[in-house]
């Protein structure tokens, strides 16, 4: 009788390359929600320091942050060599589970809460 191989476990791995030990393998909230909640919280951060917080490359950031600016749920101010983002609160979530919410409700919970 063979032996089934044993399953590969994957890991998260931090934006150098090593595996991110302390980082959970799986969270409540997107890396869209994440990337949305610390634009709203600082709308000059830069995607760099949102890739570091959120455990994602840079090019991660930027392609959610396309995706945002293209659902409307945020706008890119361009001020010198640098870019403010300003968050749309009023636009509903995207899932139908919580459509009924707004975008400002998952941000008083988790940014001002």
């Known amino acids: 009788m063979r ?5 590969k476990i994957t ?3 931090h934006e150098s390359g090593a595996p991110a030990r302390d980082q959970p393998r799986w969270t409540f909230l997107s890396n869209h929600a994440h990337v949305l909640l610390l634009l709203a919280k600082d709308p ?3 995607l760099r320091d949102v890739a570091t ?3 994602i490359t840079e090019r ?3 392609r959610i942050v396309a ?3 293209d659902g409307s749920y945020i706008e890119r101010e361009r001020t010198g060599r640098r870019n403010r983002y300003k968050v749309h609160p009023e636009l509903p979530l995207r899932h139908p589970v919580e459509a009924h919410r707004r ?3 998952l941000i008083a919970l988790v940014v001002d809460g």
């Open 11 to 13: 890991r998260r791995r």
């Open 67 to 69: 995706d945002l600016e």
């Open 44 to 46: 000059d951060i830069r």
């Open 60 to 62: 991660a950031v930027q």
């Open 103 to 105: 975008i400002g409700s």
């Open 53 to 55: 917080r959120v455990g």
């Open 3 to 7: 032996k089934k191989p044993a399953k």
